[in-house]
């Protein structure tokens, strides 16, 4: 399988990386198919350099994209990348207010709760008086 990803390259605390077309079992800085641009994110804003036509070639043969090269790639315009981790947001003081009458409904519920979990209670307490009288018969 062809993945399309980043190899580091540069001096430590400076990175950059080369944008590379690998198999998915070498390692991230070792060998790969074709080298097909350039990425650094130290520069501000950061620099891209990429082979439009040599990408759009590897995707045609079935290479996979990781998700940063995806996402350099959608800001070349070269592909739609789509979102693939949906985050929780809970800057919505809507949602604040649909959760907090929830919180006091589980909050009523509790009590009424209880009264079967002591009932549980009693119910082991034979089964260990069993286990105890085993143990003296053994």
């Known amino acids: 399988m062809i993945r399309i990803r980043l190899a580091r390259v540069g001096k430590k605390g400076h990175p950059s990386y080369r944008i590379v077309v690998a198999e998915v079992t070498a390692p991230r800085d070792g060998s790969y198919l074709e080298w097909i641009g350039n990425y650094d994110p130290m520069e501000d804003p950061p620099v891209t350099t990429l082979k439009n036509e040599r990408a759009a070639h590897w995707l045609s043969m079935g290479a996979i994209p990781s998700d940063a090269v995806a996402r350099i790639m959608s800001a070349n315009g070269l592909m739609e990348r789509t ?46 008086e069993e286990s105890t009288d085993e143990a003296a018969a053994e």
């Open 83 to 128: 979102p693939t981790q949906k985050t929780a947001t809970t800057k919505n003081p809507d949602a604040a207010a649909v959760a907090a009458p929830a919180a006091t409904a589980t909050a009523a519920e509790a009590p009424a709760e209880e009264a079967p979990a002591e009932e549980a209670v009693a119910e082991e307490a034979p089964a260990e």
